[in-house]
């Protein structure tokens, strides 16, 4: 199975013909260019490309572009706005572009912490409908996203980032795990599938970050690794590791099996987006 990052970030620099809302951690740019050199030198066959919302809100225009130019190597989601009347259409239109594998909704700010909030919930019925996983930044909010997975078990949720706080440059957290609970109790839910995603930022110490398999495993044990996506979540990570650091501490350990590195690092991304590296999206 092919190696996939289950969630790395694509921008240019800021521009008036593409103006960034706010600056994200990071090098003033990392371009699809860069982003498939820093694949390639690991040996990352493909990736989910998360539009940067930081950057670009609900614009995915600069993740299309990047995925039009390296279209077997990319998959695609976007942010989405639970507040915005006209959603659904935008989830249609969405669904219709090329590439495209999910969306997301970040739980932040304006977004309501209400489980039975109309705009949220009409969401996650629309995507599925259209057959698309919902992608979730929920860190705070896992009581909430019980709710709603309770609500919708016919939507298909993807839990980014083990549904943790995560910290963007040093320091690092001294327990960034003090949450895990609350995730595994979202394990009963055969709707949710869960990013390992950016795991080696919450460790207290440098490479192979040694103390991470401990939760981990707990994670690994209640959602069963076929609901663990592995990824980077480059470019977000660039002051806590190098992307190498962030594929070989789970390419190079002893703590997987073979069959179980394959899972991990490919075969459940694939499976949770119907796409792989080397084939064109499918559109559900």
Same mark, same amino acid.
């Given at each position: 199975?092919?190696?996939?990052?289950?969630?790395?970030?694509?921008?240019?620099?800021?521009?008036?013909?593409?103006?960034?809302?706010?600056?994200?951690?990071?090098?003033?740019?990392?371009?699809?260019?860069?982003?498939?050199?820093?694949?390639?030198?690991?040996?990352?066959?493909?990736?989910?490309?998360?539009?940067?919302?930081?950057?670009?809100?609900?614009?995915?225009?600069?993740?299309?572009?990047?995925?039009?130019?390296?279209?077997?190597?990319?998959?695609?989601?976007?942010?989405?706005?639970?507040?915005?009347?006209?959603?659904?259409?935008?989830?249609?239109?969405?669904?219709?572009?090329?590439?495209?594998?999910?969306?997301?909704?970040?739980?932040?700010?304006?977004?309501?912490?209400?489980?039975?909030?109309?705009?949220?919930?009409?969401?996650?019925?629309?995507?599925?409908?259209?057959?698309?996983?919902?992608?979730?930044?929920?860190?705070?909010?896992?009581?909430?996203?019980?709710?709603?997975?309770?609500?919708?078990?016919?939507?298909?949720?993807?839990?980014?980032?083990?549904?943790?706080?995560?910290?963007?440059?040093?320091?690092?957290?001294?327990?960034?795990?003090?949450?895990?609970?609350?995730?595994?109790?979202?394990?009963?839910?055969?709707?949710?599938?869960?990013?390992?995603?950016?795991?080696?930022?919450?460790?207290?110490?440098?490479?192979?970050? &040694?103390?991470?398999?401990?939760?981990? /495993?707990?994670?690994? *044990? +209640? @959602?069963?690794?076929?609901?663990? %996506?592995?990824?980077? #979540?480059?470019?977000? &990570?660039?002051?806590?590791?190098?992307? /190498?650091?962030?594929? *070989? +501490? @789970?390419?190079?350990?002893?703590? %997987?099996?073979?069959? #179980?590195?394959?899972?991990?690092?490919?075969?459940?991304?694939?499976?949770?987006?119907?796409? +792989?590296?080397?084939?064109?999206?499918?559109?559900?």
């Amino acid at each position: 199975m092919p190696i996939i990052d289950a969630q790395v970030h694509a921008y240019e620099r800021n521009h008036p013909g593409r103006p960034w809302h706010a600056v994200l951690h990071g090098p003033p740019e990392v371009t699809g260019a860069d982003m498939v050199k820093a694949m390639d030198a690991v040996g990352v066959a493909g990736a989910i490309l998360v539009s940067a919302f930081t950057m670009y809100r609900f614009d995915a225009s600069y993740a299309v572009s990047v995925r039009n130019t390296y279209p077997d190597r990319f998959a695609l989601i976007k942010p989405v706005d639970p507040n915005d009347p006209a959603v659904a259409e935008t989830i249609a239109d969405w669904q219709a572009t090329p590439g495209a594998v999910g969306i997301r909704i970040m739980m932040r700010g304006d977004v309501s912490a209400d489980p039975a909030n109309p705009g949220i919930n009409h969401v996650l019925a629309t995507a599925a409908k259209r057959d698309l996983p919902v992608n979730l930044l929920c860190w705070g909010r896992l009581d909430q996203v019980h709710e709603l997975a309770r609500r919708n078990p016919n939507t298909r949720l993807v839990i980014d980032h083990l549904g943790l706080q995560q910290p963007f440059e040093p320091p690092r957290m001294d327990n960034g795990f003090a949450e895990l609970p609350k995730l595994l109790t979202l394990a009963a839910f055969p709707n949710i599938v869960v990013k390992i995603t950016g795991a080696c930022t919450l460790s207290r110490g440098e490479y192979p970050y &040694a103390d991470i398999w401990e939760p981990l /495993a707990r994670i690994f *044990d +209640a @959602f069963g690794l076929r609901r663990c %996506l592995w990824g980077t #979540d480059w470019t977000r &990570a660039v002051e806590l590791m190098t992307y /190498a650091e962030g594929v *070989d +501490a @789970f390419l190079k350990s002893d703590r %997987l099996s073979d069959s #179980d590195r394959a899972m991990l690092m490919g075969e459940a991304t694939a499976r949770a987006y119907r796409w +792989a590296p080397g084939k064109q999206a499918q559109n559900q």
